[in-house]
């Protein structure tokens, strides 16, 4: 069974310092890695995603991501955070095998706040 | 082009109603799935329809129900509402089914509320 832990509810930066967002995953099969963003009233965005390509992936709006599979991690960066990154994250497996890729699982996500 | 769209964006009903949710995918798109998010929490899978066909379901009891149109479009059902119902329903769209690392593109949601 595959299950994602966001290891930060909530997390505050001044605008301009770094962000640092964290994610660890458990798969049984080689699996796909998500960051969705959800602001107030909206729907979920694709930032980015991993499919076994490159360990480092980038994004949208300056964020990236890399990943580790030796710790099991999918941690979310970016350098400079932007008052318009306030929102909620979510870190989101899916599973590449095993029949039960079509379904994603998702964090219980992370509350972004950047204060001015 | 239109993203996913969905409608109601807003219902309240009471316990005990039935409700139907709609979706229409984005143009191309074949596969639809629904999620709950419960206020604070993450999306939980409910359904997963590819070319009309069930792909996938989640733990959630039979009060819940969907199926799929031949225009891929979508309806989501819940019977016997609980006041645990209340949540935000999500729709998403992807290309194909099962695809490594497929994206699915979500629409604003609908929220419900059961009082």
């Known amino acids: 069974a595959q299950s994602v832990t966001q290891l930060d509810s909530h997390v505050s930066v001044s605008e301009g310092t770094p962000v640092l967002l964290r994610c660890n995953y458990s798969s049984s099969y080689s699996p796909s890695l998500f960051w969705y963003v959800q602001h107030p009233n909206k729907g979920l965005q694709l930032l980015l995603k991993y499919t076994s390509a490159a360990t480092l992936v980038k994004g949208i709006n300056g964020f990236e991501a890399e990943f580790k599979k030796s710790e099991t991690s999918f941690h979310l960066t970016k350098p400079s955070a932007h008052m318009s990154d306030a929102a909620e994250y979510f870190c989101v497996v899916s599973e590449g095998g095993g029949g039960s890729n079509y379904k994603l699982t998702f964090g219980k996500g992370t509350l972004l706040t950047v204060n001015p | 082009d239109a993203g996913v769209t969905q409608s109601p964006t807003h219902l309240i009903k009471t316990r005990g109603q039935q409700v139907t949710l709609r979706c229409s995918p984005i143009s191309g798109h074949k596969s639809v799935s629904w999620y709950q998010q419960v206020l604070g929490q993450g999306p939980q899978f409910i359904f997963q329809?590819?070319?009309?066909?069930?792909?996938g379901r989640g733990n959630f009891p039979d009060r819940f129900s969907a199926r799929q149109f031949p225009n891929y479009s979508s309806e989501l059902n819940v019977n016997a509402l609980l006041l645990g119902d209340s949540a935000l329903y999500l729709c998403a769209s992807s290309l194909g089914a099962s695809g490594r690392g497929e994206t699915q593109y979500f629409g604003p949601g609908t929220r419900l509320l059961v009082l």
């Open positions: 329809y590819y070319e009309k066909e069930e792909r």
